[in-house]
């Protein structure tokens, strides 16, 4: 595939073309109190059951769990990602709105991170991108990816993007 093509946001999730659609998985599964009932217990359970396949509202859809080490706490933090392609560099953003995620600061104070993909894992590195690597690479993304575009024009931060490089299979 060449650079120009894009495979981001090409999963089954046919229809989702807004961030606010509440058919959206980051718009679904709030507890009460407006934060994520025990979502990625759920979702990393089930990946791990099923070889890398999860079924709800990811169904169809590809996804990675990313492990990295706390920037602060230097705990092992697991958290599942839909993972974006420019050709056959995977990257990963988030749909976060007031701050960067945790597993942004994690791999910006500590690249090397694990990644489990359709039933195997890596060991990999993570690079926060910054200054012209991040204006070309969001340039590029924003360009290429509706819903990435349609969450940048609605907060007033840049989109945290993330490049991972998978070296060997544990």
Same mark, same amino acid.
């Given at each position: 595939m060449s650079e120009t093509e894009s495979t981001v946001g090409q999963t089954d999730q046919v229809g989702i073309t807004d961030y606010n659609d509440p058919n959206a998985p980051w718009n679904q599964a709030w507890d009460q109190e407006g934060g994520i009932a025990n979502w990625n217990d759920d979702v990393i359970k089930e990946f791990r059951e099923?070889? @890398?396949?999860? @079924?709800g509202a990811y169904a169809g859809g590809d996804l990675i769990l990313l492990t990295t080490t706390g920037a602060r706490t230097g705990r092992r933090h697991?958290?599942?990602? @839909?993972?974006?392609?420019? @050709?056959?560099?995977?990257? /990963? $953003? $988030?749909f976060i709105e007031d701050k960067c995620p945790a597993w942004w600061y994690n791999i910006k104070a500590?690249?090397? /991170?694990?990644?489990?993909?359709?039933?195997? &894992?890596?060991?990999?590195?993570g690079a926060v991108l910054e200054g012209a690597d991040y204006d070309e690479f969001a340039a590029w993304a924003l360009a290429?990816?509706?819903?990435l575009a349609?969450?940048?024009?609605?907060?007033?931060r840049p989109l945290p993007? /993330? /490049?991972? &490089?998978?070296?060997?299979?544990?």
């Open positions: 099923n070889m @890398g396949r999860v @079924g697991t958290t599942p990602l @839909g993972p974006l392609h420019r @050709g056959d560099t995977m990257f /990963v $953003s $988030s500590n690249p090397q /991170v694990t990644i489990e993909l359709r039933g195997e &894992t890596y060991q990999g590195t290429n990816n509706p819903l349609d969450f940048q024009s609605k907060v007033d993007l /993330v /490049v991972l &490089t998978l070296d060997s299979a544990s």
